[in-house]
């Protein structure tokens, strides 16, 4: 399945699947996104990440983190997309 928007697609699944109180997600996987989760553990939004591979398929699982059952991220959104680039220091 080919996304013309990889990141807006991850961005999408963890504010739905946090909205849904879910643990753990699970999406393809490329370098980018693996970097996009290794920031956000460590700013403290998600609990812990891991690259799954499976037959030439590589899977990227993300733990969320609740903090007293609300979750840690309260809003997500991408402000640069890919037909309208917006730069900043």
């Known amino acids: 399945m080919s996304l ?7 961005l999408a699944r ?10 753990k997600i699970e999406m ?5 996104k693996a970097k996009i989760a290794e ?9 812990d990440f891991e690259v799954i591979s499976e037959k030439n398929k590589a899977n990227l699982q993300i733990s ?3 903090n007293s059952g609300n979750p840690v991220i309260s ?8 037909g309208r680039r917006i730069f900043s220091s």
């Open 14 to 23: 963890l504010k739905n699947s946090q909205m849904r109180n879910h643990k």
């Open 39 to 47: 920031i956000l553990k460590s700013e403290g939004y998600i609990v």
């Open 75 to 82: 809003s997500i959104e991408r402000v640069s997309k890919p």
């Open 4 to 10: 013309s928007d990889p990141i807006g697609d991850m």
């Open 28 to 32: 393809p996987s490329s370098k980018f």
């Open 64 to 66: 969320l983190k609740y």
